[in-house]
């Protein structure tokens, strides 16, 4: 038998793979808009754009480095040619460790940065859950002072209320580490097993509110699905200052600082971790972003085991209807923090960074919800082809347009059949289509048809000459062309 | 021994995979102002945006699909945990034949869409030459008609204009593949691989020059390294209609048809792609394309091999110096044509496509060559730190400035040293430096410093008494901060 080679190939499916997807037109535009938006905000505030490219050594990337032949968990890995791996940026934060390691003798220090692209997950895609997604970061580097943190609050509320979310609908809470730290410390709490349980614990705060705490930090809980999950085992006495500070956030700032006070008792990182929140409060307040933009709340538990000082979160807080029909807030679509250990892997020096990260495609998907955003799809006019030996003519009224700033195009496909011709400017979203046959050329007119007008009907229509008996349609002067086009767009602009 | 594990880690090296690099502030923000100038042309032109994953199965990419375990030549490929292989794209066009089959039966036809992004190539690295980089497509799928071709003519031009290359500065030339049809059934060579040699052979015109071609078309030519390169071994008479085609470029486009009508003799398929040589001609035209911005030349021979139509490329005419100080012509920033298989290999159709891909980093490079790119870069107004504890003084004016649209911000550093503060503000290009001490902030003044003009002294400059004496510095009443901050930036604009 012949060899495999011979075997008739099988065609290849037309699909990305798993978890991935594509963007069309508007989406496409939109996100752009947005990311020249945050671009401007961040640019205003000082920082530089840095990109990095997609691909790092896994050795940079750091997290993902186990004892395994294969290290691509999470990550999208390979091996070169030289056998060492490499792999898809899994956020922006571990290539800009890298890149400060890299240039920090040429760098600006401190070095105020932003960065936007997509980033890779090798993780289970699920419904809205896709592998490749944006980001779109700020971090301010070699910045010990807290107010390097308070600007990154005030830079993600105008951020946000720059890409149209109004003040009231979105708000920025703000929480500290070294707080949760001085509570840690008034619990008595010594053993490092017992404080990572204790954060674990903590970070359940949004899904199974206070009593789920207050159960999990003592013997345990029985869970939604009817399992018993054990708990960390502190006393009453024990766990009372760690509830006291989930439960802190008072009637106004002055009053959730004099609740953090009780919680953390004595205990001087904590207290720092107070004092420093009162600072950034100081500072918002001098820039004129009260409470209802920028609050702290201690209740923000999102990353508390990950970062180092003041934690941040950026929440919409207007209610969309969840898949299910229930409302709720539509809930996060930012966060970041202080951590100190930037480029320490690489240099062992401890450089202090804080930053955020914004999620544009939630971003995106929360300003769509609330219908806000701006209709940025215009299609094309439609120059049709009813003569296909005067293509020269059909192209000089297009270039004349374009000339003049109108989206215009010819009609590139088959003309034979009028109607797919009307039937391809309504798919484009056209405003106007232009239709010169032979007796218009004979008497320097052409006729253009208003679209918005017209769509409802075009389906019926088969023939240039039921075509022109539509009340949408007009005839004019061929030297008038580009004036009338613009006119007709205007007009249908003003009806939308 | 103790196991592996316990072995001390080494630090990671802080660099980027061999072949990719970082692009930092003004880099970026150039390329960003490039791709949106691009868009608003291809977009005026009536393209839509894709944006495709990085990511595809190599089932898609096609054609890196050897008999191989590994199937990464060329790109960088994995497996995902179900065994398939996926790979970054090595281009835009390969995603787009996916797009077009997997969405066929929804997008309007024709479909017209733009792309732009990175794309990645496994190959070896070399100066100047990397495995990321942008590309920038346009391209028409299920448009038969010439006419689709001249129009990617036109908006490339126009592209070139738009980005800032002058008319005079760039040609956009094309040829046609089927006249080249023509021209071997006028050799009588039927035997495909020998087809396959005069093409091969065609392709090193660049390089050899016609005198090249002709010896190699024949017996076979010594190469500049002694080494002997076997001919076609066509005869002479054999081997000179391609030579004539090669050459046939005249004083305008009638010279020019008239020569390659000699070449093609009567092959139909040879006249079938001078007419549309004609066409585009004519179209360019009526459009008002001079041959000062698109010419019918011949001797364009790049993709001659892979494209079935028109084949066209822009080239940038004016002269660079190269790296051994020669003068060379900066040469191709784009090249695109008509290709018919774009998604047989999906669906079993054919369909017409033909675009363009513009090389935007070359593009760029030539930009900055010839002292074209605009100055995007300016530095923020450095609001420094006197006293460190009314930074939310320094806040305040820092807000007042960004709220009026100035790039500001307050220095981030530790403030103890004075003059570090005004190396970090000339590190980022600062126009002015804010100053306010004790006794300013008693008498409702600050200083303000234009740094364009005291930066050759800043580096002698260690404390801020030294820094009031200079020249540049003016006292200004607190209140007129941003006023008086515009105008010295403007004059700073003024003096560039």
Same mark, same amino acid.
């Given at each position: 038998?012949?060899?495999?080679?011979?075997?008739?190939?099988?065609?290849?499916?037309?699909?990305?793979?798993?978890?991935?997807?594509?963007?069309?037109?508007?989406?496409?535009?939109?996100?752009?808009?947005?990311?020249?938006?945050?671009?401007?905000?961040?640019?205003?505030?000082?920082?530089?754009?840095?990109?990095?490219?997609?691909?790092?050594?896994?050795?940079?990337?750091?997290?993902?480095?186990?004892?395994?032949?294969?290290?691509?968990?999470?990550?999208?890995?390979?091996?070169?040619?030289?056998?060492?791996?490499?792999?898809?940026?899994?956020?922006?934060?571990?290539?800009?460790?890298?890149?400060?390691?890299?240039?920090?003798?040429?760098?600006?220090?401190?070095?105020?940065?932003?960065?936007?692209?997509?980033?890779?997950?090798?993780?289970?895609?699920?419904?809205?859950?896709?592998?490749?997604?944006?980001?779109?970061?700020?971090?301010?580097?070699?910045?010990?002072?807290?107010?390097?943190?308070?600007?990154?609050?005030?830079?993600?509320?105008?951020?946000?209320?720059?890409?149209?979310?109004?003040?009231?609908?979105?708000?920025?809470?703000?929480?500290?580490?070294?707080?949760?730290?001085?509570?840690?410390?008034?619990?008595?709490?010594?053993?490092?097993?017992?404080?990572?349980?204790?954060?674990?614990?903590?970070?359940?705060?949004?899904?199974?509110?206070?009593?789920?705490?207050?159960?999990?930090?003592?013997?345990?809980?029985?869970?939604?699905?009817?399992?018993?999950?054990?708990?960390?085992?502190?006393?009453?006495?024990?766990?009372?200052?760690?509830?006291?500070?989930?439960?802190?956030?008072?009637?106004?700032?002055?009053?959730?600082?004099?609740?953090?006070?009780?919680?953390?008792?004595?205990?001087?990182?904590?207290?720092?971790?107070?004092?420093?929140?009162?600072?950034?409060?100081?500072?918002?307040?001098?820039?004129?972003?009260?409470?209802?933009?920028?609050?702290?709340?201690?209740?923000?538990?999102?990353?508390?085991?990950?970062?180092?000082?003041?934690?941040?979160?950026?929440?919409?807080?207007?209610?969309?209807?969840?898949?299910?029909?229930?409302?709720?807030?539509?809930?996060?679509?930012?966060?970041?923090?202080?951590?100190?250990?930037? $480029?320490?892997?690489?240099? *062992?020096?401890?450089?202090? %960074?804080? @930053? +955020?990260?914004?999620?544009? /495609?939630?971003? !995106?998907? #929360?300003?769509?919800?609330?219908?806000?955003?701006?209709?940025?799809?215009?299609?094309?006019?439609?120059?049709?082809?009813?003569?296909?030996?005067?293509?020269?003519?059909?192209?000089?009224?297009?270039?004349?347009?374009?000339?003049?700033?109108?989206?215009?195009?010819?009609?590139?496909?088959?003309?034979?059949?009028?109607?797919?011709?009307?039937?391809?400017?309504?798919?484009?979203?056209?405003? $106007?289509?232009?239709?010169? *046959?032979?007796?218009?050329? %004979?008497? @320097? +007119?052409?006729?253009?048809? /208003?679209?918005? !007008?017209? #769509?409802?009907?075009?389906?019926?229509?088969?023939?240039?000459?039921?075509?022109?008996?539509?009340?949408?349609?007009?005839?004019?002067?061929?030297?008038?062309?580009?004036?009338?086009?613009?006119?007709?767009?205007?007009?249908?602009?003003?009806?939308?």
């Amino acid at each position: 038998m012949a060899k495999d080679k011979n075997k008739k190939p099988m065609r290849p499916k037309a699909l990305p793979p798993k978890g991935f997807r594509d963007y069309f037109g508007t989406d496409v535009a939109q996100r752009n808009a947005m990311l020249s938006q945050i671009t401007e905000v961040y640019h205003r505030y000082g920082f530089d754009a840095l990109e990095s490219p997609a691909v790092e050594t896994v050795e940079a990337l750091g997290k993902f480095l186990p004892d395994v032949d294969r290290p691509n968990e999470g990550v999208f890995a390979w091996q070169d040619e030289d056998d060492a791996w490499m792999a898809l940026r899994y956020d922006l934060t571990a290539p800009l460790a890298r890149v400060y390691a890299q240039f920090r003798n040429d760098l600006p220090s401190p070095y105020r940065r932003y960065a936007m692209g997509p980033v890779w997950r090798n993780e289970k895609p699920g419904p809205g859950r896709y592998r490749q997604f944006y980001q779109c970061d700020a971090d301010t580097v070699g910045a010990p002072s807290v107010a390097a943190d308070a600007e990154i609050c005030s830079m993600l509320s105008d951020t946000l209320e720059s890409v149209g979310i109004p003040r009231g609908d979105y708000l920025v809470r703000v929480n500290n580490r070294k707080v949760l730290n001085g509570v840690l410390e008034t619990t008595g709490v010594s053993d490092a097993a017992q404080q990572a349980d204790v954060l674990r614990t903590i970070d359940k705060f949004d899904k199974v509110g206070i009593a789920g705490v207050t159960e999990l930090l003592g013997k345990g809980r029985l869970d939604a699905s009817g399992a018993y999950i054990d708990g960390v085992g502190l006393t009453e006495m024990q766990a009372a200052p760690v509830l006291a500070f989930l439960t802190s956030k008072g009637a106004d700032a002055s009053a959730t600082i004099a609740n953090l006070r009780n919680a953390v008792g004595g205990s001087d990182i904590g207290l720092a971790g107070i004092s420093e929140l009162e600072t950034i409060g100081e500072l918002m307040a001098a820039g004129g972003y009260g409470s209802d933009r920028v609050e702290i709340d201690p209740s923000v538990v999102r990353g508390l085991g990950y970062y180092t000082g003041p934690v941040f979160e950026a929440e919409l807080t207007f209610e969309i209807l969840d898949a299910k029909g229930r409302k709720r807030q539509f809930g996060s679509v930012a966060g970041g923090g202080r951590y100190d250990d930037l $480029v320490k892997r690489f240099t *062992g020096q401890e450089v202090p %960074a804080t @930053g +955020v990260s914004i999620g544009v /495609d939630r971003l !995106l998907a #929360a300003l769509r919800e609330k219908g806000r955003m701006d209709e940025i799809a215009n299609g094309p006019v439609v120059v049709t082809v009813m003569d296909r030996d005067r293509m020269s003519d059909y192209q000089t009224m297009v270039t004349e347009l374009r000339n003049a700033g109108i989206r215009a195009e010819m009609y590139m496909g088959n003309p034979k059949n009028f109607g797919n011709q009307l039937k391809y400017a309504d798919k484009r979203n056209s405003p $106007v289509a232009v239709i010169e *046959g032979g007796d218009e050329k %004979a008497n @320097g +007119v052409v006729q253009i048809k /208003d679209l918005a !007008l017209g #769509a409802r009907l075009s389906a019926e229509i088969e023939t240039a000459e039921e075509w022109k008996k539509q009340p949408a349609q007009m005839e004019i002067k061929r030297s008038d062309l580009v004036a009338e086009v613009r006119k007709m767009i205007a007009r249908a602009e003003g009806l939308k």
